[in-house]
């Protein structure tokens, strides 16, 4: 037996051996990192770059991401502003490459604050529910559900301006709002 050649096929078996481990570890490495990346980190990374989102209820949304936060996206397509709530998208396309050191001071507001302040502002909102689609103005937001108050001079078509009404909608059900800027209070 040639020991020289021994060693030599040990040794290069032992270094087949330690870069299979390293790969190894890099894969796994890999994987706990995707594993901490939310939705909303990867929607982040689309910033200003435009997306497709499917809704529930299979509505397709097209635009550039304006602003991202852990509970929310606003979407602007072309005169059109959408806010989607991060639960109501069940499919993106068009996502970049997460990025894990988000620390964004926006991506903290929570949709319960912006619909806090859609409401002090009175600003004209159509939101596309689970129970249907509401235009009117937000009287009141609170932890889970918002006050909408529909109908009435402000109405979005003049066939609804009859008597007001105040509808009570779960922030589960929102699918989207969209601002209705022209409506503007």
Known sequence: ?????????????????????????????????????????????????????????????????????????????????????LHAIVAAQGLDSARTDADSPALRVSIGHLLRELSARGVMLVIEHDAGQ?????????ADHCDILIGGRDSWDQRDRGPTALIS????????ITLANEWRG
């Open 1 to 85: 037996m040639d020991l020289s050649l021994f060693l030599a096929d040990m040794e290069s078996r032992f270094d087949q051996h330690r870069r299979d481990e390293h790969d190894e570890m890099l894969v796994e490495m890999l994987d706990a990192e995707r594993a901490g990346i939310s939705y909303a980190q990867r929607l982040l990374a689309t910033l200003h770059q435009e997306v497709e989102l499917i809704l529930r209820g299979s509505q397709r949304v097209r635009g550039n991401v304006a602003d991202v936060a852990l509970q929310w996206i606003r979407l602007k397509s072309g005169r059109e502003e959408h806010i989607i709530p």
């Open 169 to 176: 909608l779960s922030l589960q059900g929102v699918h989207k």
């Open 134 to 142: 509401y235009v009117g103005r937000l009287t009141a937001v609170y």
